[in-house]
């Protein structure tokens, strides 16, 4: 535990020496709040939920956690330090989830900062704060998932610029895959059980029905195996990297 | 102790190791010299588990890099090349954060942390940034946070590379006292190092090793080793004078300064006849020196000869 504690840490405390995590922190939240409220309709819909909230997460993090994770291990690459880091005495596991866990719970604290609208939409009416509280938790367990893809496809490259395109690049297809139009897209030219299969792999759909308050378990462990599989990979990636 | 049997990395068609071969025991310093490009960098590699060899095994104190890794790199103190560290953190935050990673804590850490600071006079600079430093004051912070630990086994790629005269005598002092009873094994390629620094010599070049031998014994393989060269200014009566003693095997005269160099014939010593001679015939000498070979000659000799002798046609 304490290797995989050390590289956490010393995550955490990279990003708010850099600019990274203020950075990230306003525009999220300015961001969250502009597209609840404006974009989102948050008041003419007269509901008392935060739903307009929650639509707009996944396209946030399209653009804010590429920016987290692409340095992940492209920077160590570049700058010397992942042979450092890779022969202190931790396995890759250690450091992937010590990085994995720093830039999770950093969202995790941008995501918790925005309890204003949460504060707002509780005095302006009486929300199911169980639905708010799912919401939440989906959000944060999608954040996870994207976070999962960066740390993989980060340790694909030494080129930020390439890490961050790859993984906006992943999460935007694992967002549309399961949309009606990409859906129709391609209804005559599949067969209709792999089109069901595929609509499966959206993130969307489940984060949109944990979002509704629906916790199911499929739903959980979609979120779950994703990331864990993405974790896998990034360290299989790495231990290629050895050997080539 | 290091131990590598036919070490071999390949990067496509180059093979950068080849079959290499090394004991490194307690106490020794063994400096691993080639030119650029040699494949020291990747065999130190190897070693400390940073990359898979091709084929061959390596052992840090007798753990197998590859199948206990985290043994044998709890044993090794490293020291990569270019010393790399996180630029973002202070001197004090990635030493501590090498202090974490190395499960070291408590009253006995922080001991061994001021001990360290101490011992690479870094106490002045624990709060300046690692993007800030100069390359000399990067080297020494990689030097700390390889000895925190305080290792068996310590491998140092170019150590005193970028550093000023002064600062290279205090990490040879460094690591001559942690020689004792270490495991040492440094890289380089400058050869007044492995004159101060080790008692054993490995040269390679193209992943080959082609010598492994005391720095003595290395000396002792060059022309000039035994030679004797002496500042005259009637050189030519010397030359001819010289020229006539039973152990003298030739001379040579420098075209810049006038140095005048005598060789000796295999296994003769010349220096007391050589001066014998000159005070005889009353020529007035100056700098008369007994030359213990020269190791930038034998390198070359090594390192250039080991090309031909072992490429195979393509």
Same mark, same amino acid.
């Given at each position: 535990?304490n ?8 995550? #955490? ?7 990274? &995590?203020?950075?990230?922190l306003?525009?999220f939240?300015?961001?969250?709040g502009i597209?609840? *409220?404006?974009?989102?309709? *948050?008041?003419e819909?007269?509901l ?24 992940? $291990? ?8 992942l ?11 250690? &450091?992937? #989830?010590?990085?994995?866990? &720093? &830039?999770? +719970?950093?969202?995790?604290?941008a995501l ?9 939409v509780?005095y ?6 169980g ?5 939440y938790l989906?959000? $944060? ?19 930020q ?8 690049l992943?999460?935007? +297809? ?26 499966? #792999?959206?993130?969307?759909r ?14 959980? #462990?979609?979120f +779950? ?14 231990d ?5 | 102790m290091i ?5 071999? %990395? ?5 093979t ?13 310093v ?14 130190? %590699? ?11 095994r ?21 020291? /990569?090349?270019g ?13 501590q ?18 001990a360290?600071?101490?011992? =690479?006079?870094?106490?002045d600079?624990?709060?300046l ?11 020494? @912070? ?10 068996p086994?310590?491998?140092l ?19 001559d006292v ?7 094994l ?13 008692n ?8 080959? =090793?082609l010598?492994d ?7 002792a393989?060059s ?5 004797v060269?002496?500042?005259? /200014? ?10 006539r003693?039973p152990? @003298? ?8 300064d006038?140095?005048?160099?005598v060789?000796?014939? /295999?296994g ?7 001066? !014998? ?13 007994l ?6 000659e @034998?390198?070359?000799?090594? !390192? !250039?000869?080991? @090309?031909?002798?072992t490429?195979?046609?393509?």
């Open positions: 535990m290797p995989i504690n050390a590289v956490l840490r010393r995550e #955490l405390r990279s990003y708010f020496v850099t600019p990274v &995590a203020y950075v990230f306003v525009i939240l300015v961001l969250a597209l609840t *409220f404006y974009v989102g309709d *948050f008041y819909r007269g008392a939920d935060l739903q307009p909230f929650f639509v707009m997460q996944p396209w946030l993090y399209l653009i804010l956690v590429p920016a987290i994770t692409m340095g992940m $291990w492209a920077e160590e690459a570049k700058g010397g330090t042979e450092l880091l890779l022969t202190l005495p931790l396995t890759l596991w250690q &450091a992937m #989830l010590g990085k994995f866990l &720093a &830039a999770w +719970l950093f969202v995790g604290l918790a900062l925005t309890f204003p609208i949460w504060i707002t509780n302006l009416g009486s929300p199911d704060n639905v708010i509280l799912a919401g989906g959000s $944060w367990l999608m954040a996870g998932n994207f976070i999962a893809i960066g740390a993989c496809l980060s340790a694909l490259t030494r080129s610029v390439v890490a961050f395109i790859l993984t906006a992943v999460c935007v +297809l694992l967002i549309l895959v399961g949309q009606p139009q990409a859906l129709d897209f391609f209804q005559g030219a599949l067969p209709r059980r792999l089109i069901n299969a595929v609509a499966h #792999l959206s993130m969307l489940h984060f949109e029905a944990i979002s509704r308050g629906v916790l199911d378990l499929r739903d959980l #462990l979609y +779950l195996l994703s990331a864990l599989s993405w974790l896998v990979a990034g360290v299989l990636l790495l290629l990297k050895r050997t080539h | 131990e590598t049997e036919q070490l071999t %990395r390949c990067y496509g068609n180059l950068a190791v080849d079959a290499l071969s090394i004991r490194v025991e307690p106490g020794q063994l400096g691993l010299l080639g030119p650029n490009g040699a494949g020291k960098s990747t065999a130190m %590699r190897m070693i400390a588990g940073f990359l898979v060899p091709t084929s061959g390596a052992w840090v104190c007798g753990h197998d890099v590859m199948r206990e890794p985290l043994l044998a790199k709890r044993a090794l103190g490293y020291l /990569p090349e010393a790399p560290g996180y630029g973002e953190m202070t001197v004090h935050e990635f030493l954060f090498i202090m974490r990673m190395r499960g070291l804590k408590g009253e006995g850490g922080y001991r061994r942390f001021d360290v600071v101490q011992q =690479l006079q870094l106490e600079v624990l709060g940034g690692i993007d800030t430093l100069s390359k000399g004051l990067r080297r020494r @912070v990689g030097l700390a946070q390889a000895i925190l630990h305080d290792p086994v310590l491998m790629d170019e150590p005193t590379d970028g550093l000023d005269p002064n600062q290279k005598h205090a990490v040879r002092q460094l690591i942690m020689a004792r009873e270490r495991t040492i440094i890289s380089t390629h400058l050869l007044e190092e492995v004159h101060a620094l080790c054993r010599v490995v040269i390679i070049a193209h992943g080959k =090793l010598a031998a005391t720095p003595a014994e290395l000396e393989r022309r000039y080793h035994g030679a060269s002496f500042s005259a /200014p009637g050189g030519g009566i010397a030359q001819e004078m010289l020229g003693l152990q @003298v095997a030739g001379i040579e005269i420098d075209p810049l006038g140095r005048i160099t060789f000796p014939k /295999p003769e010593r010349i220096l007391d006849a050589v001066e !014998t001679l000159l005070r005889e015939q009353g020529l007035e000498v100056s700098e008369i020196q030359e213990r070979g020269r190791l930038d @034998v390198f070359r000799q090594i !390192t !250039t000869g080991g @090309v031909t002798a490429e195979e046609p393509a």
